[in-house]
C-alpha cells in the first residue's frame, strides 16, 4: 500500500470577474442549442460517504503513530471512512489493537485489508499468521466498536507485493492462482461468520499488471467479492479523467459493482508522477467526481498523511492530504470546503427519494463535465469542472489552463449559490429566483446550489 480551521484564501479573486459576469455561450465550437442533462444524479450525502482515505496505524515510527491525530485530520476533513490493514500487534512495532478501537470509538469506520506474506486458511506464523487468525483481529475491532467495521478486501496489489497461499504463488499466473484462493476462502469465511458475514467483500488488487493476467471477472463468478476492485493512479502529472475511466481500470470487466481503494497524486517533485501542492488540489477534486460519474461505489484516497519527515529513511511518499508537520495542504483544505458545503444532516439524506432536475446545459468546451447532485429539502448541486492539462504536466509544459463559458438553466425560479472550494467556503456568487446561469468554469470544480426560492441561501 501505498490545522488551520478554515478553508479560505483570495483564489477566488483571480476569477472574481469570470464569476460575477454574465458571459455568452456563443464562442467558436459552443453548442448551439441547451443539452438536458441525462447523467446520474446522486444524494450529496452519498457522494461524501463514498470518500474514504489510506490510513497506516500499524506503523508506529512516524505521523501515524498519534490515533488522536489522525482522527483529528480525518475530522477536519469530514471524512469517516479509511483503509487499514490490521497487522499482527507486536510486530516489527506494530500497533496494539486498540490503536484501531481508539479510532473506531471517535466514528471512524474501516475497510480492512488481508493479504501479504506466506500463509494458509488455518496456518501460518507469527509474522505472517493464517487468514482465520487476520479474520479474528477484525472480528476484535467489530465486536470492539459494532458498526466500525464496513467492509473487508482481499490481498493488495499481487503485482508488487507477491504472496504464497496455500504453497501457491510466487509470480505471473501462479501469483494469480494463490490470489484467487485465498480470496474464494476469504469470501467464505466471511459470509459464514455471525459477526462479519453481512460486510461487503472488496477484491483484490494488482491483477492485469506485468506478467500478471486479468483473470475473472468477480461480477460474473460467484464466491469471490461484491465489489470488483482497483488502484488507478493517475501518471505524468496528468488530468484523472482518462485514468479512472472503468475500462481502463477494470480490465477483468467493468459493469459490475466496483471500487477504488486507492488513488491520488503526489506533490513529492523528485517523483516522475509528482505534481504541485495546488495541481494535488484541483486534480484531486476531479479525479473524486470523475469517479462519482463513473459509478464507482467508494474511492480512498493515497492517503491521509505525510508520515515522515522529507530525507528520512522511510522517504517521502508525497501523497499526503496533511504534510509531514501537520498542516492541511491545499487539497486538505479544498476536500475540506467541498464537502462542507455538500454536506446534508438530514435524517434521510441518504434514502430520501430523488427529484431530479429538468436541468439543461450548453458548454463552449466539449471536455466541460456536469453531475448532478442532491440535497434534502428540495436543494440540488450542479457539480463543473474542466479537466485540463496543467502547467507541470510534461506533455503540457507551461500550458496556461482555460477558462470556458457555461450556461446552465432550469424550468423554475431558483435561489442560486456559487462556490469554489479552492476559495472557501462562502459563496462567490448569488442570484435570487433565477431560472438560468451564465458562468465560468476554469480548470478546477465549481459547485452551483440551487435552492426553492423559500429557502435561505447557504453561506
Known amino acids: 500500500m501505498r490545522l488551520s480551521e478554515t478553508g479560505i484564501s483570495a483564489h477566488w479573486l483571480i476569477w472574481a470577474p469570470l464569476l460575477f459576469g454574465g458571459l455568452s455561450c456563443a464562442a467558436a465550437g459552443a453548442s448551439q ?69 481508539e479510532a473506531a470509538r471517535a466514528g471512524i469506520k474501516f475497510d480492512f485489508l488481508v493479504g501479504g506474506g506466506s500463509f494458509g486458511r488455518n496456518s501460518g506464523s507469527w509474522t505472517s499468521p493464517s487468514l482465520e487468525d487476520r479474520l479474528a483481529s477484525i472480528r476484535w475491532v467489530a465486536r470492539a466498536e459494532p458498526g466500525s467495521v464496513i467492509a473487508i478486501e482481499g490481498p493488495n496489489e499481487i503485482n508488487n507485493e507477491p504472496m504464497v497461499y496455500e504453497g501457491i504463488g510466487g509470480s505471473g499466473s501462479e501469483q494469480l492462482r494463490a490470489a484467487l484462493a485465498m480470496q474464494h476462502d476469504l469470501y467464505r469465511s466471511v ?74 497524486y503526489t506533490t513529492n517533485r523528485a517523483n516522475k508522477h509528482g505534481v504541485s501542492p495546488d495541481v494535488q488540489a484541483k486534480y484531486t477534486l476531479d479525479l473524486l467526481l470523475d469517479t462519482a460519474k463513473e459509478g464507482i461505489s467508494a474511492t480512498y484516497l493515497y492517503e491521509l498523511m505525510d508520515a515522515y519527515k522529507p530525507g528520512s529513511r522511510q522517504g517521502d511518499a508525497g501523497y499526503g492530504l496533511f504534510d509531514w508537520q501537520r498542516n492541511p495542504k491545499p487539497v486538505a483544505l479544498a476536500l475540506r470546503n467541498m464537502n462542507a458545503i455538500l454536506h446534508d444532516t438530514a435524517a434521510d439524506a441518504r434514502t430520501f427519494a430523488l427529484a431530479p432536475l429538468a436541468l439543461s446545459f450548453r458548454a463552449e468546451s466539449r471536455s466541460t463535465q456536469v453531475l448532478l447532485l442532491q440535497r434534502s429539502g428540495g436543494v440540488h448541486v450542479v457539480a463543473l469542472w474542466d479537466e485540463q492539462p496543467q502547467r507541470d504536466d510534461p506533455k503540457n509544459p507551461g500550458k496556461t489552463p482555460a477558462s470556458f463559458a457555461v450556461e446552465l438553466a432550469w424550468p423554475q425560479p431558483l435561489d442560486v449559490a456559487v462556490y469554489d472550494p479552492l476559495a472557501g467556503g462562502n459563496a462567490v456568487r448569488t442570484e435570487p429566483a433565477a431560472r438560468s446561469l451564465h458562468i465560468a468554469v476554469a480548470d478546477h470544480p465549481l459547485l452551483v446550489v440551487l435552492s426553492p426560492p423559500s429557502a435561505t441561501i447557504a453561506q
Open 33 to 101: 442549442e441547451l443539452t438536458l442533462y441525462t447523467g446520474p444524479v446522486l444524494r450529496t450525502a452519498q457522494f461524501v460517504a463514498a470518500e474514504g482515505v489510506n490510513t497506516h496505524i500499524a506503523y508506529t515510527d512516524g505521523g501515524y503513530a498519534d490515533v488522536a491525530e489522525i482522527v483529528r485530520e480525518l475530522k477536519f476533513l469530514g471524512i469517516d471512512r479509511v483503509r487499514d490493514a490490521v497487522n499482527v500487534p507486536g510486530v516489527n512495532g506494530s500497533a496494539p489493537l486498540k490503536s484501531y478501537w
Open 191 to 264: 459470509r459464514s461468520d455471525s459477526l462479519l458475514g453481512a460486510l461487503p467483500i472488496y477484491y483484490f488488487t494488482g491483477y492485469g499488471a506485468g506478467a500478471i493476467p486479468n483473470g475473472p471477472d468477480p461480477s460474473l463468478t460467484p464466491g469471490l467479492s461484491d465489489f470488483n476492485n482497483q488502484h488507478p493512479y493517475p501518471r505524468g502529472g496528468e488530468p484523472p479523467a482518462a485514468w479512472v475511466a472503468r475500462r481502463q481500470v477494470l480490465t477483468n470487466g467493468s459493469g459490475g459493482p466496483a471500487v477504488y481503494t486507492e488513488t491520488g
